[in-house]
Structures are given as C-alpha cells and as structure tokens.
T-cell receptor, first 112, second 111 residues
Framework: DAGVIQSPRHEVTEMGQEVTLRCKPI?????LFWYRQTMMRGLELLIY????????DSGMPEDRFSAKMPNASFSTLKIQPSEPRDSAVYFC??????????FGSGTRLTVV | RKEVEQDPGPFNVPEGATVAFNCTYS??????FFWYRQDCRKEPKLLMS???SGNEDGRFTAQLNRASQYISLLIRDSKLSDSATYLC????????????FGAGTRLAVHP
C-alpha cells in the first residue's frame, strides 16, 4: 500500500501565479479530504469528497480556491491567483471505512 | 468557543513520567473521537480512537466524557520518542466525514 501520495512536496511561486496541488488517495478509499495547516490557525478542513462528489466546501477560504476529483484515484486543489497569505502546508487525506484518516506527506507552499 | 480546544503546552517532562492531555469539544452530537500524533514537519498520524468506555493501547489510555464534552489522553512511562504534538480530533458530521482537529498539545520528553 503506497499510502496517500501528494505532489509536489514543495512549491515556491510568485504572487498572482496559479498553483495546482495533486493527491492520489489510497486505492479503495471513497472519501478524500483537503486540509491546510498554518502555525496561526492549525489544521483547517477545506473541502471533502465522498465517492468523488464534493460534500462540504464550507472551509474553502474564497473563490480563488477550487478543488476537483475527476475520478476515484485523483484530486486537485487549485489556487488562482495565489497570494502570500496562502503559504501553508496543504494535506490530503483519505478514508475507506470507519475510523480516522490517512494523511499524505503534504505540500509545503510558499507564495512570495 | 472553539470547536475543539486543547492546551497548547509545551509539556516538558522527564523520561518515565506520566503526562495527561485534555481536550474539550463544542458539538454535543459528535460521535467519533480520535487522538493523532504529529511530528515536526510531518503529517498527522492516527494514534488511537477514543471509545465511550475508555480504551488503552500499551502505555496510552484514552477517556471520553460525553456529559462534559471532554476527552483525555494519558501517557505512562514517557519515552524520548513520545516527543511530538498530540492532536485531539472530533467529528462534526455525526459520522466520520468532517473531522475537526484541535490545535494540538506539544510534548517534549527529556532525558
């Protein structure tokens, strides 16, 4: 089991640029979650999908953020345009049954 | 009131000590509770689920008090390798699909 795979591991971009973060959940897991972690705000749930359908996106900070899950094995989180305050670690997690989530290693985003 | 509240610490304890972390949550309808551990610059990892009757996993004991909306984690015989941030996690959907994480409690175990 390869676990939840996120890419890239690190991303440094200039303000105003588009950023796309990618996630491959564990095979067979039917729920996928995007979280953002900062020192100030801790871990925040941005959006989650069940069977590829977005269920709750109330945590998405604003319209600059969008997420898609075109199939069971792939999801993207896009920020356009990016701003310095978007700098954070973005985690993807998946779950396949009762119990907690399995997290990916995260993408460390720095917007300069 | 925050949805999930924890004392941020840090808790600095010597090896072999017993240490307890507490957590309160705001949603009385919550059904699922967990403790996660996060090492510096790593992803959170599930430490243990928390059951109504309380549960134990080796040196770790978790307790739930629904009436007080309170969860605890007890670590006995602390090891250097226990140094990490411990996250209290509560579901806010009546199931498992909206887990809300506390800000975490930092533990530092020293020789």
């Amino acid at each position: 089991d390869a676990g939840v795979i996120q890419s890239p591991r690190h991303e440094v971009t200039e303000m105003g640029q588009e950023v796309t973060l990618r996630c491959k959940p564990i095979s067979g897991h039917n729920s996928l979650f995007w979280y953002r972690q900062t020192m100030m705000r801790g871990l925040e749930l941005l959006i989650y999908f069940n069977n590829n359908v977005p269920i709750d996106d109330s945590g998405m900070p604003e319209d600059r953020f969008s997420a898609k899950m075109p199939n069971a094995s792939f999801s993207t989180l896009k920020i356009q345009p990016s701003e310095p305050r978007d700098s954070a670690v973005y985690f993807c997690a998946s779950r396949g049954g009762a119990g907690g989530y399995t997290f990916g290693s995260g993408t460390r985003l720095t917007v300069v | 009131r925050k949805e999930v509240e924890q004392d941020p610490g840090p808790f600095n304890v010597p090896e072999g000590a017993t240490v307890a972390f507490n957590c309160t949550y705001s949603n009385s309808a919550s059904q699922s509770f967990f403790w996660y551990r996060q090492d510096c610059r790593k992803e959170p990892k599930l430490l243990m689920s928390v059951y109504s009757s309380g549960n134990e996993d080796g040196r770790f004991t978790a307790q739930l008090n629904r009436a007080s909306q309170y969860i605890s984690l007890l670590i006995r015989d602390s090891k250097l390798s226990d140094s990490a941030t411990y996250l209290c996690v509560v579901d806010f959907s009546g199931g498992y699909n909206k887990l809300i994480f506390g800000a975490g409690t930092r533990l530092a175990v020293h020789p």
